[in-house]
């Protein structure tokens, strides 16, 4: 079991950067796939990316594709979410997610959820 827990949310002006963080408790972080999602106000919880065990597969939405890259620490983790070239659509509460085996972009198939962290791209 983990529990994942987000942070490096904020503020940045569209174009900029942020990274965010995803720390899991639990001794087996390496048996669990590593997903991202977001929830803008009004909208469903989309798929944003997720890593797999080792790290040598990550899969993306089209929207995130070319700007978002995924990647995790097994010695710290940790997980990592690097957002670049943000918009103003991208503004969302962004969530860690984590599953033994699924890594797709289905959010009713992760197992274990952070409490989120809100980002905002200001036009």
């Known amino acids: 079991q983990v529990q994942p827990v987000e942070s490096g949310g904020g503020l940045v002006q569209a174009g900029g950067s942020l990274r965010l963080s995803c720390a899991a408790s639990?001794?087996?972080?390496?048996?669990?796939?590593m997903g991202w999602f977001r929830q803008a106000i009004g909208k469903e919880r989309e798929f944003v990316a997720s890593?797999?065990?080792?790290?040598?597969?990550?899969y993306y939405a089209d929207s995130v594709k070319g700007r978002f890259t995924i990647s995790r620490d097994n010695a710290k983790n940790t997980v990592y979410l690097q957002m670049n070239s943000l918009k103003p659509e991208d503004t969302a509460v962004y969530y860690c997610?984590?599953?033994?085996?699924?890594?797709?972009?289905?959010?009713?198939?992760?197992?274990?959820w952070g409490q989120g962290t809100q980002v905002t791209v200001s036009s």
């Open positions: 997610a984590a599953d033994r085996s699924y890594s797709g972009a289905n959010k009713g198939r992760y197992d274990y």
């Open positions: 639990g001794r087996t972080f390496s048996s669990y796939v």
């Open positions: 890593i797999r065990w080792t790290g040598d597969s990550t």
